[in-house]
């Protein structure tokens, strides 16, 4: 099992003119709201989203 497999709670960060970000991964929705009001705090330009990553596995070309 992955890192990305345990903590499905996902923190995208939306700057201005660039990429989405992956900012954090959390086990829990209620630890990621969390981290995301302090975030919002601390960097008040820029927007955070949060997900459930239900980790759909890649097809495979054969």
Not at 8 to 29: D, E, K, T, Y
Not at 46 to 51: E, N, R, S
């Amino acid at each position: 099992m992955s890192y990305s497999q345990l903590y499905r709670w996902v923190m995208i960060c939306l700057l201005p003119h660039m990429q989405p970000l992956v900012f954090a991964r959390f086990c829990n929705p209620s630890d990621a709201k969390s981290h995301s009001q302090a975030m919002k705090q601390l960097m008040p330009h820029a927007k955070f989203l949060i997900f459930f990553d239900v980790g759909l596995p890649m097809e495979q070309d054969e």
